[in-house]
T-cell receptor, first 114, second 117 residues
Framework: GAGVSQTPSNKVTEKGKYVELRCDPI?????LYWYRQSLGQGPEFLIY????????DSGLPNDRFFAVRPEGSVSTLKIQRTERGDSAVYLC????????????FGPGTRLTVT | AQKITQTQPGMFVQEKEAVTLDCTYD???????LFWYKQPSSGEMIFLIY??????QNATEGRYSLNFQKARKSANLVISASQLGDSAMYFC??????????????FGTGTKLQVIP
């Protein structure tokens, strides 16, 4: 079946602009995670959704970052007033449930803020 | 707070040989889980193997095995019979179980493995 997909694969934006990154999880997966991976680092947890609700957003770096999952499937990560330090690969992962240890990752969106 | 340490930024291995990638961890939890993921140049994280803290036997998945030494807090990945396609970044990771019962995963900084023909 189809895996996790993310769009766009690459996004270049100017400092101060608003961006949206989209994640399509595996059908039927109720748990969805966003991570950020900076160059030379491992992924860092940003936010976890169980269904439509953000159960843990403790990893969001500041209030410029926001994510939604209105129908419990597709999720959008939104970044306002982008800064050069936001440049990274943003990874999405889904899981059949929050208790499932196996997370299936998408290919990521590479965000570059110029 | 949980912490994962991977001290090998890069490793080389001859094709068909075995290689061990090191991982140590720190946690105050009694129940936890350890993972290894592979990240090829394409960027996608691929799950390789999982070890629960109460599992008595080391986890194995095909050519991958996890050498779990609980007292030493280490969870090294052993890849046997290396193949050229094994060249990639490898991340050790740990999950904890916040009260919500979901998997909050902490990743190490990774080891870049290069397999030499």
């Amino acid at each position: 079946g189809a895996g996790v997909s993310q769009t766009p694969s690459n996004k270049v934006t100017e400092k101060g602009k608003y961006v949206e990154l989209r994640c399509d999880p595996i059908s039927g997966h109720t748990a969805l995670y966003w991570y950020r991976q900076s160059l030379g680092q491992g992924p860092e947890f940003l936010i976890y959704f169980q269904g439509t609700g953000a159960a843990d957003d403790s990893g969001l770096p500041n209030d410029r970052f926001f994510a939604v999952r209105p129908e419990g499937s597709v999720s959008t990560l939104k970044i306002q007033r982008t800064e050069r330090g936001d440049s990274a690969v943003y990874l999405c992962a889904s899981s059949p449930s929050g208790a499932s240890y196996e997370q299936y990752f998408g290919p990521g969106t590479r965000l570059t803020v110029t | 707070a949980q912490k994962i340490t991977q001290t090998q930024p890069g490793m080389f291995v001859q094709e068909k040989e075995a290689v061990t990638l090191d991982c140590t961890y720190d946690t105050s939890d009694q129940s936890y889980g350890l993972f290894w993921y592979k990240q090829p140049s394409s960027g996608e994280m691929i799950f390789l193997i999982y070890q629960g803290s109460y599992d008595e036997q080391n986890a194995t998945e095909g050519r991958y095995s996890l050498n779990f030494q609980k007292a030493r807090k280490s969870a090294n990945l052993v890849i046997s019979a290396s193949q050229l396609g094994d060249s990639a970044m490898y991340f050790c990771a740990m999950r904890d179980l916040p009260s919500g019962g979901y998997q909050k995963v902490t990743f190490g900084t990774g080891t870049k493995l290069q397999v030499i023909p």
